[in-house]
């Protein structure tokens, strides 16, 4: 026998409500929550759905060609900076075999650091306003501010390629 139901399609809006929801739920199951201490259960469910928020606002894409790849911001105000300025289309350039780098238009806020080894999938400033994207991981005596990291670098550097490239970042 064969079923002509559909499952419904959930939007970004609803899939947060109902995470949300997952977690107070969670929460008040694995709490033990009492009738005596409504406060507290209040003030974690908030908690966590203050958390889940900042979450998703730390979120945003990275694009190549057809393929997307998540990134987190830094909890920085550089990267606060930058997520402002999104959508951004850079047209990258190749350097060293291990990244992309473009030059911003409008310096960012900046506060480098000397990060030692650079992870394949971070996302930094070099000086005030050239964004660098690395696709391979090394040791590095180079100051940089950190602006995101790609969630799951798997394919970054085959997706970037050995040229330039364009690249857009959005929320």
Request: charged share 20%; hydrophobic share 35%; glycine share 10%.
């Given at each position: ?30 709490g ?8 507290a ?19 945003m894409w990275m694009?190549?060609?057809e393929?997307?790849f998540?990134i987190?911001?830094?909890?920085n ?10 959508p951004?289309?850079?047209d990258?350039a190749?350097l ?7 030059e ?31 696709y ?15 969630d ?18 959005s929320?």
């Open positions: 026998m064969t079923s002509n139901y559909s499952r419904p399609t959930l939007g970004p809006s609803e899939k947060k409500a109902l995470r949300a929801l997952g977690v107070v739920l969670g929460l008040s199951v694995m033990g929550c009492k009738a005596s201490q409504p406060e259960s209040v003030a974690v469910a908030q908690d966590a759905v203050t958390a889940s928020t900042r979450q998703e606002e730390s979120r694009t190549i060609g393929r997307r998540a987190t911001l830094a909890d105000e550089t990267a606060r900076t930058f997520a402002t300025r999104c951004l289309t850079l990258m190749e060293n075999g291990n990244e992309k780098h473009a911003l238009s409008q310096a960012l806020p900046a506060d480098a650091s000397r990060p030692g080894t650079i992870h394949s999938g971070d996302l930094m400033l070099y000086g005030s306003s050239t964004v660098v994207v690395f391979g991981t090394f040791r590095s005596s180079y100051a940089y501010t950190p602006l995101a990291r790609v799951d670098p798997v394919g970054l550097g085959q997706e970037l390629g050995q040229g330039s490239v364009q690249v857009t970042f929320q």
